[in-house]
């Protein structure tokens, strides 16, 4: 039976160890057909070289700071060469300095937010911009980010709160602008999920007690498969008319009142 993927080049972000939401990604993408590379930055990059070797077919693993200049291009040009088009792309990257977590909302400086906005949300149009050509010459393409649900405040999530909003602001924008080419935006904004980057948060332990008593379906956060399977369905041609679109993947926890 074909996979979802099957012919699918799919760039994939974020991958630091094997229980990164990436990873899993990565992985079912790789069982559902498709050809990946993986891309690492700064002293994460011997994290996902290393967890690379996890996944069924070891991919490679290019160098891509968002914030470095020239890095875009270059990753840009090495997949030119390697396959000479792009199908899809992940999106997960996301960083907020530890002044902007935890309850210090009101006292976060500007510098430290600024990081939070450009990595978490303003390097989604980067990476967009930056592959365009490439997902232009294969008739179109998919670009989905993961997300974690901000049309309200979250304890302690506070500016990497406000960078997620930016996020799916500048994935709607991004939809419209790039809708012509056939490429499509789109967002899974998931449950809470114990990730290395979700014990970064202060106070995570509170939305694992929440969710799975007020998710109608329920909700584990030590399963990221219903995320990679949304993602994988995202990255196929199963959605062709769906973008700027921002996918729950939470149980259903979104939905619910008190």
């Not at 996020?167 to 809470?192: C, H, K, M, Q």
Request: aromatic residues 8%; proline residues 5%.
């Amino acid at each position: 039976m074909p996979g979802l993927l099957d012919g699918k080049r799919i760039l994939v972000t974020g991958v630091l160890t094997d229980d990164s939401l990436a990873y899993s990604v990565a992985e079912l993408a790789q069982r559902q057909g498709a050809e990946i590379v993986l891309t690492g930055a700064g002293r994460g990059m011997s994290l996902t070289k290393r967890v690379a070797r996890h996944l069924p077919d070891p991919p490679d693993v290019l160098e891509l700071d968002v914030t470095v200049a020239g890095h875009t291009e270059a990753v840009a040009a090495a997949i030119e060469q390697r396959w000479g088009r792009l199908d899809g792309m992940l999106h997960s990257i996301g960083f907020a300095p530890s002044s902007c977590l935890g309850g210090g909302f009101l006292a976060a400086p500007w510098d430290d937010v600024k990081v939070a906005i450009e990595i978490s949300a303003y390097s989604l149009k980067v990476l967009a911009a930056g592959f365009r050509a490439l997902m232009q010459a294969a008739g179109g393409g998919s670009i989905v980010g993961l997300d974690f649900d901000a049309r309200v405040a979250w304890p302690g999530y506070d500016w990497m709160g406000v960078a997620k909003a930016a996020l799916e602001s500048t994935a709607r924008y991004l939809a419209r602008d790039l809708g012509p080419d056939r490429i499509r935006v789109n967002l899974v904004a998931a449950g809470p999920v114990r990730t290395m980057a979700a014990r970064s948060i202060p106070g995570f332990s509170a939305f694992e007690e929440a969710w799975d008593g007020r998710a109608p379906l329920g909700w584990s956060v030590t399963d990221p498969s219903p995320v990679a399977q949304a993602c994988v369905a995202l990255l196929s041609d199963w959605f062709p008319a769906t973008t700027g679109e921002m996918v729950h993947v939470d149980g259903g926890f979104h939905a619910m009142g008190v």
